[in-house]
């Protein structure tokens, strides 16, 4: 009787831990993610963990490219890395704003604006094929953007807790981001 009891209960247990293994747990976060880079390799999103993030889905051809890449790119060097990065998600589904594959692309911007900051893979933000990062992000403030050079900006934690139209003010954006940035630098001090 024990016996069976026992092989009953290693039964029971083997099946809970492949339904576990099976279904994968959904991430909980933005940074619980992975997404690919430019070069298609898979990255994870936790290395950005504890930092604010300005998550944005960028294109080279719009109307308002030069402006947007030349304020992420001020932003990103005057900020620094230690507590914040922009994060660039190149995206075409708004006309032909966003050519070429994602080298490309992040060639580009490299090589017109002199950009640092961390680029994705091309990926798609609306619709069944969404990038499941990116779609994160909208349920959480429940828009889709409407255009090109939306910003997200995801606190430490993960969590999305502000966003930003295209035409919506970049000064807005910058103290909004350094404000929080400030706050995370001011609590890592008081840690110590």
Request: proline share 0%.
């Given at each position: 009787m024990g016996v069976l009891l026992s092989m009953t209960v290693g039964v029971g247990c083997l099946f809970l831990l492949q339904t576990q293994m099976i279904k994968p747990r959904k991430p909980k976060d933005f940074y619980s993610y992975e997404v690919k880079d430019a070069k298609g390799r898979i990255q994870s999103l936790e290395k950005y963990r504890g930092k604010a993030s300005l998550v944005v889905n960028v294109a080279s051809h719009s109307e308002r490219t030069e402006e947007n890449?030349?304020?992420l790119q001020d932003l990103h060097r005057e900020l620094?890395?230690?507590h914040f990065n922009v994060l660039a998600f190149p995206c075409g589904q708004f006309g032909d704003t966003e050519r070429g594959?994602?080298?490309?692309?992040e060639a580009f911007a490299k090589a017109t604006y002199s950009i640092t900051f961390p680029f994705f893979s091309k990926?798609?933000?609306m619709g069944t094929e969404a990038e499941p990062a990116f779609k994160f992000i909208t349920d959480s403030v429940q828009k889709l953007p409407k255009w090109n050079f939306w910003k997200f900006l995801v606190n430490p934690e993960g969590k999305v807790v502000r966003f930003w139209r295209t035409n919506e003010s970049m000064e807005n954006v910058r103290q909004e981001v350094t404000a929080l940035v400030r706050e995370i630098i001011i609590k890592k001090r008081m840690e110590l």
């Open positions: 890449y030349r304020f620094g890395t230690s594959d994602s080298r490309d692309i990926i798609k933000i």
